[in-house]
């Protein structure tokens, strides 16, 4: 048992190192992040064990329809989900990416792409952060479209109110709502050009995100899954490196 251990970890640094060494070469990396990333963190996923709230269901209030019925029982849900994360703070995998952030150019162009709401990217350091759905932290005005960071929580007052009085929304993306233009766009433009792709903390499974690793390895990029668990994707990638990002990404940092 521990001569098979001890060819496992062997078998994983050679990949650690190999992947060290293409990251090397490479002129583009990307990263796509979901809430695996963030739930090593403490942050509750949308659909998890603390997703419930009251009686309703996630899937009923993530709606401009909710929103529109009845924006205060809405804003009471989103400000205890904001209050949730705010106890959390970023973890190594985090902070990781945020370094891979600060090689920019040297030796590669880095893109960080993520599902996640939760702003933990922005506090580990990370700049800029392609949000695809947004982010808790951001309020939106109804009237003007004005935005605005507000990192209160919990907020002074629900609902909250723009300058002009216009009532205000989180400036996250519900269902029904198309992703924000400019960011899909990035994430398609940077997929298309990526010498490696990483897959970290999802199964990229929810369109149109799902579609980006396979944009990448459509144009020659060696996509790499970080997961401890077995997704959709796993069979699809051309590396699986299984385990938390907290601890595989700073392996790879450190064989850079």
């Given at each position: 048992?521990r001569r ?6 062997m078998?994983f640094?050679s ?9 090397r070469?490479a ?7 979901g ?18 709230w ?24 989103y400000?205890?989900r904001?209050q949730?994360?705010?106890a959390c703070?970023?973890?190594?995998g ?11 150019s ?11 709401v939760?702003?933990l ?9 392609w949000?695809?759905?947004g982010s ?6 109804t ?8 990192r209160r ?13 216009g009532l205000?929304?989180?400036g996250?993306?519900?269902?029904g ?20 792709f ?5 199964s990229?499974?929810?369109?149109p995100?799902?579609s ?8 020659g ?7 401890p ?10 590396l699986?490196?299984?385990g ?5 990404l700073?392996r790879?940092?450190?064989?850079l």
């Open positions: 048992m098979s251990v001890e060819l496992l970890e078998q640094e990949e650690i190192r190999m992947l060290a060494e293409k990251l070469g002129r583009r990396v990307v990263a796509l992040t809430a695996g990333v963030s739930a090593e963190s403490g942050v509750p996923t949308f659909r998890g064990a603390d997703g419930l009251r009686e309703f269901r996630p899937e009923e209030l993530a709606t401009p329809q909710a929103f529109a019925r009845d924006a205060v029982l809405v804003w009471e849900w400000d205890w904001r949730k994360v705010a703070a970023p973890n190594d985090h902070r990781a990416l945020a370094e891979l952030g600060r090689r920019s040297a030796p590669f162009e880095f893109d960080l792409v993520t599902q996640n939760d702003g990217h922005r506090l580990a350091g990370s700049n800029p952060v949000e695809l759905h808790l932290w951001n309020l939106r005005c009237d003007c479209s004005r935005n605005r960071e507000d929580a919990p907020l002074p007052s629900i609902p909250p109110r723009c300058e002009c009085g205000e929304r989180p996250v993306v519900w269902f709502e198309a992703l924000p233009s400019d960011v899909l766009a990035h994430a398609f433009e940077v997929a298309s050009c990526a010498d490696v990483l897959v970290v903390g999802t990229a499974l929810v369109q995100a799902a980006l690793p396979e944009v990448a390895g459509e144009q990029a060696l996509v790499v899954e970080v997961n668990e077995l997704t959709p994707l796993s069979g699809l990638v051309d699986r490196l299984a938390p990002s907290a601890q595989i700073p790879i940092l450190d064989a």
